[in-house]
Structures are given as C-alpha cells and as structure tokens.
C-alpha cells in the first residue's frame, strides 16, 4: 500500500500540538495542495484566510463554541466559498450577474476539496489537522470580523500543528463498514440501523443506544446547532439578496 493510501486510514482529528511552528515553506506547499485541487470549470471558487493574529485567534476560538486548541494551533486557516473575484470579473466586461443558489453550492465544493487537499498534504508532512465546521456560526459577526465582502462566505476552518506524542498514540474512531456506506446504482433504505451502528463500534446494542443518545445530546439538541442554522439562513438570504 503507498504512502498517500496509508496516511488517508491513519489521519485523524488532532487537537493538541507540539509548541513548533509550521515553516513558511512548508504553508506555502500546503497553500500550493490547496491551489491544485479540483475545481469547477478552473474557476478556483474559493479563497483562504491566514488567520496569524493571536487575538483574532483567540476570538474565532471563543465564538467556535469555546474551543481554546484552536487559539493555540501553529496554523489557522478559513477557507471561503468565494465568487467575489468573478462576480467583480464579470462587472469589468460591463455584465452585473447575480450569483444565485448553485453558484454558493459549487464554491462551497471548491472551497472544501482545496481544505482536504490541504489535510492530506499536512499528513503527509507529519502535521496534525482538525476540521472547525462551527466557523459557520455568528456569520454576521464573522463578516464584520473578517471584512469579507457578500459573495465570499466562510465554508470551513482548520488548524495544523505537529502532534503531541499523546494524539499519535490516540486511537482513530471507528468508521462505519464500506457495505453499510457504498452503495451500487441506487440508495439502499432496507437496512437495518441498530446492526449498522454494532458493526461500526464493534459492540452490543445497548451501547448502540448509549452513543446514539450522546449524539443526539451534544451534537443535534445543542444551542451550537441552532446558532449554525440561523447562520446559515443568513449566508443563503445574504448571498441571494438582489441588493447589489
């Protein structure tokens, strides 16, 4: 099995580092992984914040649901699903086009294939990575903060670092089975859940129950996930408004 195979099962979420800095050579082959993902059309719908200030570090973790790793990660990135650069293109040939729903679609694609671009690059190199999906909390905040402009919107954020021996050790959560995941020509729904979760945790049914109630509790009756719903109304409303 190659290097890049074995470094896709071995990643996993680290939100403890090291006190080393990433080189600025290194960000720049990160940036460089980012730039060479896959795109719609070439048109690159997606741009990234270097976020190297320590207050502004310090404040995305707070408004991030008070995740304090964030704040001390070497390298902070915001990835925005970005059309602003086109849609001011476009204004240059004398044609004001309104970006609509799908164009917020397929720059939100862009902008998280150049995040895992950059993930996979950064594991390659030994450098931890989490994903941050509660930077799309606070939008209107976050565009005051970040002084983004209507149709450059805030998709994901991640942080790097070197691991600390204790996160190399950690074990990688289970992932569901590929026969319970893949499924050939059409959706499958003849399944039966409770033996899905049991060969995914590899364990008995009552603790099925345990975790699927310790998800519906921290993850989907939170206040963190009403705060993210109402911002993404507000993304769609902002970015579909005809106000330009």
């Known amino acids: 099995m190659n290097k890049t195979i074995v470094d896709i099962y071995k990643r996993k979420s680290v939100r403890v580092f090291e006190e080393q800095e990433i080189s600025q050579d290194i960000q720049k082959v990160l940036f460089?992984?980012?730039?060479?993902?896959?795109?719609a059309g070439n048109m690159s719908l997606f741009s990234i914040i270097n976020v190297t200030d320590h207050d502004l570090k310090k404040e995305l973790s707070v408004r991030c649901d008070n995740q304090p790793f964030i704040a001390n990660a070497p390298l902070v990135l915001i990835f925005l699903a970005d059309l602003?650069?086109?849609?001011?293109?476009?204004?240059s040939q004398g044609e004001s086009v309104p970006m609509e729903a799908g164009d917020l679609l397929l720059a939100m694609q862009d902008a998280m294939i150049a995040a895992q671009n950059t993930v996979v690059a950064a594991e390659s190199l030994g450098i931890g990575s989490c994903y941050i999906g509660d930077i799309l909390e606070?939008?209107?905040?976050?565009?005051?903060?970040?002084?983004l402009p209507k149709y450059?919107?805030?998709?994901?954020?991640?942080?790097?670092?070197?691991?600390t021996q204790?996160?190399?050790d950690r074990k990688?959560?289970?992932?569901?089975?590929i026969d319970d995941m893949v499924f050939e020509n059409h959706y499958s729904q003849d399944i039966n859940v409770n033996e899905?979760?049991?060969?995914?945790?590899?364990?008995?049914?009552?603790?099925?129950?345990r975790h699927i109630q310790m998800i519906l509790k921290r993850k989907m009756n939170s206040e963190f996930k009403d705060e993210m719903n109402r911002s993404a109304l507000s993304i769609i409303e902002s970015w579909m408004a005809k106000d330009l």
């Open 172 to 177: 990688k959560p289970p992932r569901f089975t």
């Open 32 to 39: 460089d992984a980012a730039l060479q993902a896959p795109t």
């Open 84 to 91: 602003h650069k086109w849609y001011e293109a476009f204004l």
């Open 152 to 163: 450059a919107v805030p998709c994901t954020m991640v942080v790097y670092g070197y691991p």
């Open 138 to 147: 606070h939008y209107e905040d976050n565009v005051k903060l970040l002084k």
């Open 196 to 209: 899905v979760f049991q060969r995914k945790l590899n364990t008995s049914s009552e603790d099925v129950d």
């Open 166 to 168: 204790q996160q190399k």
